[in-house]
């Protein structure tokens, strides 16, 4: 009843007030150079500047510019998707967060949930593989990765079905997709091995747009791993692999000339780090490819910097990470570098079970919401573009996902607050992957 009485004691706006808010002439912001205003809008989050897409026919352009994707890159730091894989049950959604830095060491988080009902392929089971400007490769087997591929962009809730391949291969170790500068093409790369144990690793390439599957020739021995979480530099993808006797595990494939390349790793590295290649962790960094090295320690690990591309001697000890979690008895620890701030904190991946935030002055970790799972996920670097499939397919069948419930809704759900109050370095560790984290 108090409320009642209060809201009812407040006067109405008159007339002449009413009138004092309404801009008088045209529109300020409107007169602004476009140059001015495409660096104002590639400095929003995503759920605000899907909105401002609705302001007028000018900013819809802009924001649907493929360029104007990459200039956000600059803007905003990377942001992170996650793909969870529950032991019991399927997981049909991928959660992404974006960060936005606050003053002193303080970062806000935006979250949104794409899934199979309202932006990814209708598909009951899923494995995330990469990104590449805002565009998604998925495959349609979960882990097996023996399923079709698509290529879509959640944002709009648009994708592409990719036609099989020869099917005389049936192991398909390895998938990734890339740009061309060049030819402005988007490909799609799929390393194979056929039925026979004689049979020599074979590499197929897919430009979207042409519709077949080309083979272009023998691939790497060694078994690939994913592809990192952030590891596309100079129009290639890089990634390590395991196994094989041979100590060049850092591949590199260009999609302009789409040709396989093997980078030299540090020449100081001992035995232990090149038996151990499953420990380390790849990345791009300010334009540089860097490599983290854990050595005898647990507690920490040394990041390296290639500084110039290709060159072995070029490999410089730029960072050391100490301070982390002691190791379980029954598992190896592995941080992954995900995402560096400005303020110099550093958001690591733990065991693909959390996402935790490293202080350099401090030297200690905080827990953060990033990742609230209570399985294993799989991460990788993404950034959200508007253009369309239809801009970038050339001929191929689009298709977007529709939910006649949510169809004004861009996304699924999303939330955003402080993020790094979390436990201290002295509180219980982590768990390794044997139960849920501390």
């Known amino acids: 009843m108090r409320r009642r009485k209060r809201v009812a004691n407040i006067s109405p706006i008159n007339t002449e007030e009413q009138e004092e808010w309404q801009p008088k002439g045209p529109c300020r912001f409107q007169q602004l150079p476009q140059a001015l205003v495409i660096d104002i809008l590639s400095r929003l989050l995503v759920k605000t500047l899907f909105n401002c897409r609705c302001v007028c026919k000018s900013w819809l352009s802009i924001i649907s510019d493929p360029h104007f994707s990459h200039m956000r890159l600059s803007k905003l730091p990377i942001g992170i998707l996650i793909k969870t894989r529950p032991e019991k049950r399927k997981s049909r959604v991928i959660d992404f967060t974006q960060i936005e830095e606050c003053a002193g060491s303080h970062f806000q988080l935006e979250k949104m949930r794409f899934s199979t009902k309202n932006n990814l392929p209708p598909l009951s089971e899923f494995e995330l593989i990469n990104s590449c400007n805002g565009l998604l490769l998925l495959s349609g087997a979960g882990p097996i990765r023996d399923g079709p591929l698509y290529v879509c962009n959640p944002i709009l809730g648009e994708f592409i079905t990719l036609p099989p391949t020869d099917g005389r291969r049936l192991c398909y170790s390895f998938f990734g997709l890339g740009y061309s500068v060049a030819t402005k093409e988007y490909k799609v790369l799929q390393t194979c091995s056929g039925n026979d144990r004689t049979d020599e690793n074979e590499a197929q390439i897919y430009t979207i747009g042409s519709g077949v599957w080309k083979s272009i020739g023998k ?52 035995p232990f780090e090149k038996l151990f290649k499953e ?9 540089y490819l860097f490599l983290c090295v854990c050595g005898d320690d647990p507690r920490k690990f040394d990041m390296w910097v290639m500084k110039d591309y290709g060159v072995q001697e070029s490999w410089t000890k730029t960072l050391v990470v100490e301070g982390l979690y002691l190791p379980t008895e029954l598992a190896n620890d592995v941080y992954e570098p995900l995402v560096f701030l400005r303020n110099g904190d550093i958001l690591l991946c733990y065991n693909d079970w959390i996402v935790v935030c490293y202080n350099q002055g401090t030297k200690s970790l905080k827990e953060t919401r990033v990742a609230r799972t209570r399985s294993h996920f799989r991460a990788i670097g993404y950034n959200p573009c508007f253009f369309s499939l239809h801009d970038v397919a050339k001929g191929e069948e689009v298709k977007r996902v529709r939910d006649k419930k949510n169809s004004k809704k861009p996304f699924g759900v999303g939330s955003s607050g402080c993020a790094n109050s979390g436990i201290p370095q002295k509180s219980k560790k982590l768990n390794s992957g044997s139960g849920l984290p501390a």
């Open 219 to 270: 691939t790497p021995q060694d078994s690939a791993q994913l592809a990192p979480f952030n590891a596309v530099l100079h129009g290639a993808l890089h990634w390590l692999s395991f196994g094989g006797r041979t100590f060049e595990f850092i591949h590199t494939f260009n999609f302009g000339t789409e040709q396989f390349r093997t980078l030299p790793p540090p020449g100081y590295f001992e």
């Open 279 to 287: 420990c380390l962790k790849l990345g791009v960094l300010d334009g």
